[in-house]
């Protein structure tokens, strides 16, 4: 499949180290927040989200971090494993009928 | 279950020509959405689908771009004489629920190419 990013930022982990990859976002009026995970020739993933009226959510290994005050969102992996290695993006969405928007994403790597 | 399905899977249009690019989106999902993502680039919303209404095509770069959903289900997107910047991958995604706060379910992309 194609490259979904050739020119990202990147980070890379070694298997079974925690990553955190971080997001700014730019609207203060956002108040639904999503991290995506994307492979090389596959459309965006859900991962996990969060809304505005919270600052942490929890999942399977994922962890997002919202603060609101500095317009940052964090998404922290535990223990991440070969089949984590992707994009990752964060969107936001401004709270009444308006559209997700994309931040660039990053390149997460993963070292066995 | 199925996915949202997107065809063709790639395409190659010499600048000029038009293209039709086809989802499917999961059985019984209510929103339909269109993305255009550059190389190295987010998602880039262009329009949006409740059932048949399109609801928001605040997106669409320009008027050669079209999507239509006659039915309520299957969508396409139609570029009209493509240029070499429509070169990028045209993203479908579907959500059960009305509005757009439901989780969307991508496709794989259609990865367009104008030479």
């Known amino acids: 499949g194609e490259s979904v990013g050739l020119h990202l930022p990147t980070l890379s982990v070694q298997e079974g180290d925690n990553s955190i990859i971080n997001c700014a976002y730019s609207n203060s009026a956002s108040d639904y927040f999503i991290w995506y995970k994307q492979e090389s020739g596959k459309g965006p993933q859900f991962i996990i989200d969060i809304r505005s009226n919270m600052d942490k959510r929890q999942g399977q290994r994922v962890t997002v971090l919202l603060n609101k005050t500095v317009k940052h969102l964090s998404l922290q992996i535990a223990a991440t494993q070969p089949g984590d290695s992707a994009v990752y993006f964060c969107?936001?969405?401004?709270?009444?009928?308006?559209?997700?928007?994309f931040g660039k994403g990053t390149r997460l790597s993963v070292i066995a | 279950g199925a996915g949202v399905s997107q065809s063709p899977r790639y395409k190659v249009a010499k600048r000029g020509q038009d293209v039709a690019l086809r989802c499917d989106p999961i059985s019984g999902h209510v929103s339909l959405f269109w993305y255009q993502q550059a190389l190295g680039q987010g998602p880039e919303f262009l329009t949006y689908f409740q059932n048949e209404a399109q609801l928001d095509k605040s997106g669409l770069p320009s008027d050669r771009f079209f999507a239509e959903r006659p039915e309520g289900s299957v969508s396409t997107l139609k570029i009209q004489r493509t240029q070499q910047e429509d070169s990028a991958v045209y993203l479908c995604?579907?959500?059960?629920?009305?509005?757009?706060?439901?989780?969307?379910?991508f496709g794989p992309g259609t990865r367009l190419t104008v030479t």
């Open positions: 995604a579907s959500s059960f629920i009305g509005g757009d706060g439901g989780e969307q379910y």
């Open positions: 969107a936001e969405k401004p709270s009444g009928n308006t559209p997700l928007v």
